[in-house]
């Protein structure tokens, strides 16, 4: 059964809610000699190509009309032979849909469009293929699409188009999945403020805090780290002042006093909200500051946003502004608000002197598509290849952090040339550590994209990789974190195996959320303070105005390892007395071999460094 989808916007964007189905192994019809599959979360009306396409569909594209209201979709339209019909087109027919390819285009070849479809499309940034349907009672499938597609020989592969999560600690995704069950229902905040109130029964025994429904997962224990008080997102005070940064007389914010470059680290996650140390979120352009560490508004050449999150309406809606999306009328706080400024607290606490670019790629449900994850990676490659081809407005991005991932249904078929290894891949290529959370089912079933990251031998002193995967000199691993414990013991929700490389502090963390979070959950008592015009209270739950949480999950732990490599190549370019002119700064159209050489080097010393020793 799939969700109902959320029609699409008027500019053609995305929906904010697409037709999501669950596949459920136990309900799947197998064909001889095919592989069983396990449980995943896909969007029911898409597949991820990649590969060629094949001939007898690409003759056959045409460019979207002028009323159409996805104008990224090239039309298939159907042969004058029937027997040129695929599988794949005769089970969209049964499911009463047609096919569509979403792409990208090149921003110059708008009007070669009609005459020439596909030579109009910036093919670097690949292809969906959709199943379309104007009619509301219609569900698509792209799992039967899928399974019939392996019947053909074709030059193409397709894949599910999986939902991607980056909930910091949920209940098992396989059991209450956001999409369908409400947050009333399936969050922290379970017993809304109207049936448990104060004067019925005491603060202190009938609180949300605490009955909460981690309490019954199968695995006791986990539900533990959602509660406020014992690793859940909470409001706290931080007295520790603001680390502390080395500027420049000339105010330059992208060099440190001594010349040397400051590292870029890109967070790809819900943006950076309003806190002091980062200035200034708003929805309006050119509103924002950055306060010289978040570098705001980053976009390519044409405008393009490197985020593919579409910017709500309401500023209430943001993951970073009010974080009320999911239940705007009711609350409580989305699931993940304030996640991005989490993830950059933590990068800026350890290492204090980078700089912080964010990559909006999901929203406050913490639910996200792995194609528009996969385009917002492949823009910021786009915007890599620019800064390191010496565009003065950008600079190279030295770390990536991705605090999201899912579970694939058949493991064994993730290549390397799948999409999200590949511009993971390219990323590493221009000498970028990749550092991605290993997940927090308390699993061992690999989350990707974590999974793609080397089996590495924790056991042994330095740590050694043992299975190189997509590993090589050249090409410096993923970085799967899991989590630590205040007390340095592994933290019982955080995922494990040999594909995750070290762990870090990720349980109880303390870090920065926008100050404009103020959910609609109260304190439970509040009353006139006697000696003064104040006011006397309970904490305010999803009161966040002092800027700062506790909160839980390898989202957290892969942070903290982004900034330790950042301070190492900080510390490399301070030896060095790296300068605007040296060869971390080329000019030209494209980036020398010997930079790309240089940056890969400098990374895997890096990676080398603050793992205590892996290497190939």
């Not at 569900?139 to 980056?166: C, G, K, Q």
């Not at 690999?446 to 590993?471: G, L, M, N, Q, S």
């Not at 050249?474 to 995922?495: H, I, K, M, Q, W």
Request: proline share 11%; with cysteine; net charge negative.
């Amino acid at each position: 059964m799939s969700v109902p989808p959320a029609g699409p916007g008027d500019d053609g964007s995305r929906p904010t809610d697409p037709p999501i189905r669950f596949l459920d192994p136990s309900g799947v019809r197998r064909r001889p000699g095919r592989r069983t599959v396990e449980p995943t979360w896909y969007v029911a009306d898409r597949l991820l190509v990649h590969g060629t396409l094949p001939e007898q569909i690409r003759g056959r594209l045409r460019a979207p009309s002028e009323r159409s209201p996805r104008r990224d979709v090239l039309e298939i339209v159907e042969p004058a032979d029937d027997a040129a019909v695929t599988r794949v087109e005769r089970e969209a027919r049964r499911q009463g849909c047609r096919l569509g390819l979403q792409v990208r285009f090149r921003p110059e070849a708008d009007a070669a469009r009609a005459a020439d479809p596909l030579g109009a499309v910036d093919d670097r940034y690949g292809f969906v293929l959709r199943l379309l349907t104007d009619r509301p009672d219609i569900e698509p499938d792209a799992w039967e699409v899928l399974e019939v597609d392996r019947d053909d020989d074709t030059s193409w592969r397709l894949s599910l188009d999986h939902v991607m999560s980056a909930l910091p600690f949920t209940s098992h995704p396989f059991t209450s999945h956001p999409f369908t069950s409400h947050p009333f229902t399936s969050h922290p905040f379970t017993s809304h403020p109207f049936t448990s109130h104060p004067f019925t029964s005491h603060p202190f025994t009938s609180h949300p805090f605490t009955s909460h429904p981690f309490t019954s997962h199968p695995m006791r224990g986990l539900g533990e780290y959602a509660v406020p008080g014992s690793g859940g997102r909470a409001p706290v005070r931080w007295l520790g002042g603001r680390p502390p940064r080395e500027t420049r007389d000339d105010g330059d914010r992208r060099l440190m006093p001594d010349g040397a470059r400051r590292p870029v680290v890109a967070v790809v996650d819900t943006g950076v909200g309003t806190h002091e140390w980062f200035g200034t979120y708003s929805l309006v352009p050119g509103e924002s500051d950055g306060a010289g560490v978040v570098i705001r508004d980053a976009a390519l050449p044409d405008g393009t946003p490197l985020g593919t999150y579409p910017v709500p309406e309401h500023p209430e809606d943001d993951a970073e502004i009010g974080g009320t999306s999911t239940a705007p009328l009711t609350g409580p706080l989305d699931p993940v608000a304030g996640h991005g400024t989490f993830i950059a607290g933590l990068v800026h606490q350890v290492c204090p002197d980078a700089r912080i670019l964010p990559v909006r790629a999901v929203g406050g449900s913490g639910l996200a598509i792995e194609s528009e994850v996969i385009e917002s990676l492949r823009r910021l490659e786009s915007y890599q290849r620019l800064a390191l081809a010496g565009d003065g407005d950008r600079d190279p991005v030295d770390v990536v952090v991705l605090s999201m991932g899912y579970y694939h249904e058949q493991p064994e078929d993730m290549e390397w040339d799948h999409p999200l290894g590949e511009v993971l891949g390219k990323l590493r290529d221009s000498g970028v550590a990749v550092v991605v959370a290993a997940g927090n089912d308390g699993v061992t079933r690999p989350e990707y994209p974590a999974a793609f990251a080397p089996e590495v031998d924790r056991r042994a002193d330095p740590p050694r990789i043992t299975v190189a995967k997509d590993t090589t000199p050249d090409r410096p691993p993923v970085l799967a974190v899991g989590a630590l414990n205040p007390d340095g013991t592994t933290a019982l929700f955080s995922n494990d195996g040999p594909w995750v490389t070290c762990l870090r502090p990720g349980a109880a963390v303390v870090s920065t959320v926008p100050r404009t979070l103020d959910g609609p959950i109260t304190p439970s008592v509040r009353m006139k303070e006697k000696y003064s015009d104040g006011h006397r209270a309970t904490i305010d739950p999803e009161g966040f105005q002092g800027g700062f949480a506790t909160w839980s999950g390898t989202s957290f732990a892969a942070p903290v390892l982004a900034g330790e490599i950042a301070g190492r190549l900080l510390a490399s370019r301070r030896r060095a007395a790296a300068t605007p002119s040296d060869s971390l700064r080329p000019t030209g159209t494209t980036a020398p071999a010997e930079v790309l050489r240089q940056r890969v080097d400098d990374v895997w010393a890096a990676i080398e460094d603050a793992t205590g020793g892996l290497t190939l």
